[in-house]
T-cell receptor, first 110, second 115 residues
Framework: SQQGEEDPQALSIQEGENATMNCSYK?????LQWYRQNSGRGLVHLIL?????REKHSGRLRVTLDTSKKSSSLLITASRAADTASYFC??????????FGQGTELSVKP | DSGVTQTPKHLITATGQRVTLRCSPR?????VYWYQQSLDQGLQFLIQ???????AKGNILERFSAQQFPDLHSELNLSSLELGDSALYFC??????????????FGSGTRLTVV
């Protein structure tokens, strides 16, 4: 069963705008990861945030983690059409068994 | 190319049949994980192997089995296939479970269609 819930399920924005996706989970975690999937292809790891971290940046990506609320958010700044994909959060409780959310489908219109 | 190789990319088979999906992990990675992605269940963890030994089991059906060989490649065997087994099957690898800042490396998947 899925541990994570993501919202929104779908997001449509214009190029240049920021996109924010949220993820909630249920149990204690070691780390939380975000992945991107382009139209049924393989998952690409984007960023990992550990349970003792609150915020992390990687290029145009910013991830926050609030362990007290069991939630995380992914912000993509200055979005591009190439960012169009599904984005999944995944929690890692002990090392390897990733529990994925249902994903957010992002559409960035040129 | 992620470095994790999955074959075949597509597979169409009939109900009741048996298939084998193959995964070669990224060079140097000892852990292999199998995931199933379907429209109704989303991404589900199936099973993990570490250096040839089963490490953890998830929502894997009894009709499914897997193994990791001495050369570290892994195979996922699906038998008595049902229509509901149609899904995308992913393999992922990592050097060691839970280590590093790089997450897990996924292959491009095998799309299984049961007709």
């Amino acid at each position: 069963s899925q541990q994570g819930e993501e919202d929104p399920q779908a997001l449509s924005i214009q190029e240049g705008e920021n996109a924010t996706m949220n993820c909630s989970y249920k149990t204690s975690i070691n780390n939380l990861q975000w992945y991107r999937q382009n139209s049924g292809r393989g998952l690409v790891h984007l960023i990992l945030i550990r349970s003792n971290e609150r915020e992390k940046h990687s290029g145009r990506l910013r991830v926050t983690l609030d362990t007290s609320k069991k939630s995380s958010s992914l912000l993509i700044t200055a979005s591009r059409a190439a960012d169009t994909a599904s984005y999944f959060c995944a929690t890692d409780a002990w090392g390897g068994k990733l529990i994925f959310g249902q994903g957010t489908e992002l559409s960035v219109k040129p | 190319d992620s470095g994790v190789t999955q074959t075949p990319k597509h597979l169409i088979t009939a109900t009741g049949q048996r298939v084998t999906l193959r995964c070669s992990p990224r060079s140097g990675d000892l852990s292999v994980y199998w995931y199933q992605q379907s429209l109704d269940q989303g991404l589900q963890f199936l099973i993990q192997y570490y250096n040839g030994e089963e490490r953890a089991k998830g929502n894997i059906l009894e009709r499914f089995s897997a193994q990791q060989f001495p050369d570290l490649h892994s195979e996922l065997n699906l038998s008595s296939l049902e229509l509901g087994d149609s899904a995308l099957y992913f393999c992922a690898s990592s050097a060691n479970p839970g280590q590093g800042e790089v997450g897990y490396t996924f292959g491009s998947g095998t799309r299984l269609t049961v007709v």
